[in-house]
């Protein structure tokens, strides 16, 4: 912990909660949100995992992987749309990847690199 995060007059850090099924990927969105000054709120790679901290979790903003082995992340945005919390699309697919209720949403094109992140997440906050 560095002497800014110490301060009560630092900004706080933004919490993401990440879902992503692919272990390799999310070690590197978790390192990468680190690296833009963001705290990993939660982690999930399966459906059931992701309702229940997209339910209980503390956090600000999410990052949803649009297929969690096979299943479509629906249940998820349906929670987060409850609490009214902002979320980003990750997909290989792009925005013609994301069903057709949710097209127009933010949207990560995979592979992305971290300045691609961080514009996303800049322009949620």
């Known amino acids: 912990m560095n002497s800014t995060d110490q ?3 630092a900004p706080a850090k933004r919490r993401v909660l990440v879902v992503e099924d692919e272990l390799m990927i999310r070690m590197l969105l978790e390192d990468m949100l680190d690296d833009l000054g963001y705290v990993v709120a939660g982690v999930a790679g399966r459906i059931d ?3 229940a901290l997209a339910k209980t979790a503390e956090f600000d903003i999410a990052i949803l992987d649009v297929n969690l082995n096979g299943h479509a992340v629906s249940p998820v ?3 987060l749309d409850a609490r009214g919390l902002p979320y980003i699309f990750a997909t290989g ?3 013609k990847g994301l069903p057709e209720a949710h097209r127009g949403r933010p949207t ?3 592979p992305f690199q971290q300045e691609t992140l961080g514009r996303a997440l800049s322009a949620i906050n």
């Open 108 to 110: 990560l094109q995979k």
């Open 77 to 79: 945005v349906e929670v």
């Open 93 to 95: 697919y792009g925005e």
């Open 7 to 9: 301060r009560p007059d």
């Open 49 to 51: 995992e992701a309702v």
